[in-house]
């Protein structure tokens, strides 16, 4: 008898390819980490305005980075935290990777007001492919939870005026951005997506002005 269709993505820190990535160690040389200036040495603190499958925010805090995840749909919010506990009682390793790991459960655009990093990052859902294969099942499953995320530019707005150094938004490589108040600083292009790192200098009691 065959087994009943998903009807929710699987959101998994322990096996697949997440935990493939960190056996690996496969993860280090991601364009991620380059974008947002997160290294080994350099534990930054990033808040991950749109958590989804969390696998981005997994990979900052296995590197060193404190990280807060968003997530404002109920549905995807139960499968991060069950994820998050899972990982937690696999092993010590797993458990002090998601020790740097805290989630929320709200909408990034009221949020974020509110809150202070070095990083944000932005992962929206993508403007639907037309020229390609379909995307993978977890992210057709995540795109019915979630929707099509009309509000990029609300929630790139919301980020770039927030108290943090850096704001990077993943987005299709052939894409045309979705609207900002200006211009990212750079860009890092992968094979199917790029990074638009927005780079702003913060100058106060204790801080350092960041640069590209």
């Known amino acids: 008898m065959a087994e009943p269709a998903r009807t929710a993505p699987a959101v998994d820190f322990v096996g697949g ?5 960190l056996r690996s160690q496969a993860g280090r040389s991601h364009a991620l980490l380059k974008a947002t200036g997160v290294s080994p040495t350099r534990s930054l603190h990033v808040i991950d305005a749109t958590a989804g499958l969390g696998r981005d925010a997994f990979l900052l805090a296995s590197i060193g980075a404190t990280v807060t995840l968003i997530e404002r749909v109920p549905e995807v919010h139960a499968l991060l935290s069950d994820a ?3 990982a937690r ?6 458990a002090a990777i998601v020790g740097r790991m805290t989630l929320l459960h709200g909408d990034a655009r009221a949020l974020l007001p509110t809150m202070q990093a070095d990083v944000i990052t ?5 403007p639907p492919r037309t020229k390609t294969a379909l995307v ?12 099509a995320d009309p509000d990029v530019g609300d929630l790139l707005a919301a980020a770039l005026a ?4 850096r704001v990077v938004l993943k987005w299709p490589l052939r894409a045309a951005a979705p609207p900002a ?3 990212p600083s750079h860009q890092i292009a992968g094979k199917t997506v790029r990074y638009d790192v927005y ?14």
Request: glycine share 12%; with cysteine.
């Open 136 to 147: 993978k099942q977890e992210m057709r499953l995540l795109r019915d939870l979630v929707g």
């Open 181 to 183: 108040p200006r211009k």
């Open 89 to 94: 009682a696999e092993s010590d390793e797993l």
């Open 122 to 126: 932005i992962d929206p859902m993508h």
């Open 84 to 86: 998050l506990e899972a």
């Open 199 to 212: 780079v702003r200098p913060r100058v106060g009691a204790g801080l350092q002005a960041r640069g590209a």
């Open 17 to 21: 390819a997440v935990g493939y990535r």
């Open 162 to 165: 927030a108290d943090c150094g």
